[in-house]
């Protein structure tokens, strides 16, 4: 299932960037059906009593494509596409007007959409943004279609294609009022004669027989997925089976459609070989799977003779490349070819590199090389260093700082109580890197972060979805201080909508972040102090419940929220957190 996002001018934070971990397909077969829907450029026969409206093709579309859940910013341009989508059942979700701009008639869409859509492509987010507009007359002049989406910012990086994409990206359908409405609305507003005796008159009779009712298939498209050859797996499997240090590095896209994040877990339990997790693959293997590595990952990548990314790309998060070893084989798997050859020739050189789907790929290597592991030396010497940071943490957590809480602390206790069938989204700067060395998810795809572009304040936005999605989980929101201000009026939605999620407010009084490399770089935290604010006092006026967090009483505050939860209310923690130098020299320009 998936769920799209729509707004007049904007506001879709709350579906842009989750469509991947929360089991999206690639929305291009949608789009694909969306275009088909559409009939022939021929005038024809106008019903002009007809109360239809090209809303109800919208929402039949997507009920085909199983869209539960519609998240909008609602405006006068997409109401046939709101009050079509009720009626059929799917279930319409409004944010407040407070996170987008105000329309305008250059500008149809908000800043906001634009970062999110941006967001949602570096996170290779299959999300949809549906976006009103001006009639085609008043914006063209004459009969003619508009295209399928503006020339502007959302063509940089939007895509619209009737044909299968090998990877997922954010797109823009744009659909004018004249398309939407009834045709006796249409006429109303752009003033036509009726019947139709002059020019402007047959135009608008034009453009509405273009949208004459004519039954059309709104099932989805079907998709392909590029694969590896035999030949990239069997080199692969040499490669790796003459390894003494080999590591498996799993990103984000290794989780997407079609294969189940169960089958892939089993693969890499197969394989044998130590493996990190990023991204949206967080969670992927369980907590106490002797293959699973969290810290120290630079030096066991300088260590390494042999790296498989599977997924992950050599961008920022690997210095561009610049961690492997002297002499090490990478094989690089990636559907998006540009991603899959990021950096390369510049700071390192893949031994294969394969433009397919990485989940299957790893899938293909597990059934060539069944039997295989990796060096138990080389396993357990990985296993002695993380566990040696995890003492590390532990240590540092029982120091306490000169007034409020150590963020150590909170987190291992919030690590104590996460159940099962929990969820978490993260949404902040230091608070949010400190809980990464904690926090360990569940299950596959119940971790939720920006991804590459990093964008602040997807926490509201990305929690709706996730408890939308899935009802059954404990959906946790961790927030800096900082990030918080982005969405903290989305309390007002999770109220009014019944949506009850749990945000943990870090709250340092800083972007600290921010301050981390720019007090010793340039000897000033200009910019960078906050307020130890009642950021809990808002969700309550907001009928949401707000709980303060000090030195004490950790884990009673904790299980209290998660109490409230459990009754239907969205809870806000303002945990009142003291310095700490545990990511001291971890940020970098």
Request: aromatic letters at 6%; hydrophobic letters at 40%.
């Amino acid at each position: 299932m998936g769920h799209w996002g729509q707004g007049s001018t904007g506001g879709t934070l709350g579906t842009l960037g989750v469509g991947r971990t929360l089991g999206m397909g690639d929305t291009t077969g949608t789009l694909g059906t969306l275009g088909a829907l559409g009939t022939a450029g021929t005038l024809g026969q106008v019903d002009t009593a007809s109360p239809r409206h090209g809303g109800e093709l919208v929402a039949e579309v997507l009920r085909a494509h199983g869209v539960p859940v519609l998240f909008t910013l609602p405006g006068g341009h997409i109401s046939p596409v709101l009050v079509a989508c009720e009626k059929i059942g799917i279930r319409v979700v409004d944010t407040p007007a407070a996170s987008a701009s105000p329309p305008s008639p250059r500008a149809p869409v908000s800043p906001t959409a634009v970062t999110a859509v941006k967001n949602a492509q570096m996170a290779e987010s299959p999300c949809c943004l549906l976006g009103g507009a001006a009639a085609s007359l008043q914006k063209v002049g004459t009969s003619q279609n508009p295209k399928p989406f503006p020339n502007g910012v959302f063509g940089i990086f939007c895509r619209f294609s009737k044909l299968p994409m090998p990877f997922p990206s954010p797109v823009f359908v744009e659909l004018p009022i004249d398309v939407l409405y009834p045709f006796h609305v249409v006429q109303k507003e752009l003033g036509a004669p009726n019947p139709p005796g002059a020019v402007p008159g047959t135009i608008i009779y034009g453009i509405c027989s273009r949208a004459r009712w004519e039954l059309r298939d709104p099932t989805p498209l079907p998709l392909s997925v590029p694969k590896a050859t035999p030949e990239q797996v069997q080199l692969c499997s040499e490669l790796l089976s003459r390894a003494q240090r080999p590591l498996v590095l799993v990103g984000s896209q290794a989780l997407l459609p079609p294969t189940p994040a169960e089958e892939l877990r089993s693969a890499l339990l197969s394989l044998g070989v130590p493996c990190y997790l990023g991204g949206a693959a967080r969670g992927l293997l369980p907590p106490e799977c002797p293959l699973l590595l969290r810290h120290g990952r630079r030096e066991a990548l300088r260590q390494a003779d042999l790296v498989l990314l599977a997924g992950t790309v050599c961008d920022f998060r690997l210095s561009y490349g610049r961690l492997f070893g002297r002499g090490a084989a990478v094989v690089a798997v990636n559907r998006d070819r540009a991603q899959l050859l990021r950096n390369a020739d510049v700071f390192w050189k893949p031994r294969l590199a394969v433009q397919g789907d990485p989940a299957s790929f790893v899938l293909d290597l597990a059934r060539a090389l069944q039997g295989f592991a990796a060096p138990k030396e080389w396993l357990e010497r990985l296993r002695e260093s993380d566990s040696d940071r995890d003492r590390q943490i532990r240590a540092k957590a029982l120091v306490p700082p000169p007034c409020h809480l150590n963020p150590l602390l909170l987190l291992q206790a919030l690590e104590q109580l996460l159940p099962p069938q929990s969820l978490l989204v993260a949404d902040g700067g230091d608070f949010v890197g400190t809980a990464a060395y904690v926090l360990r998810p569940r299950r596959p795809l119940a971790w939720l972060d920006p991804g590459p572009f990093g964008t602040l304040g997807v926490g509201g936005g990305f929690a709706l979805g996730a408890k939308l999605c899935r009802p059954e989980a404990e959906v946790w929101v961790l927030y800096g201080d900082g990030s918080l201000g982005f969405s903290l009026m989305e309390f007002d939605t999770f109220v009014r909508h019944k949506v009850p999620v749990i945000a943990l407010v870090g709250n340092d009084a800083g972007w600290t972040q921010i301050s981390r490399e720019q007090l010793p770089l340039l000897g000033s935290a200009v910019g960078c102090r906050l307020s130890y604010s009642d950021y809990h006092a808002v969700a309550a006026a907001l009928g949401g419940r707000g709980f303060v967090l000090d030195s004490d009483r950790v884990l009673a505050v904790l299980r209290a929220a998660q109490a409230e939860c459990h009754q239907g209310h969205p809870v806000l923690v303002n945990a009142l957190l003291g310095p700490s130098d545990f990511r001291e020299g971890s940020v970098s320009v």
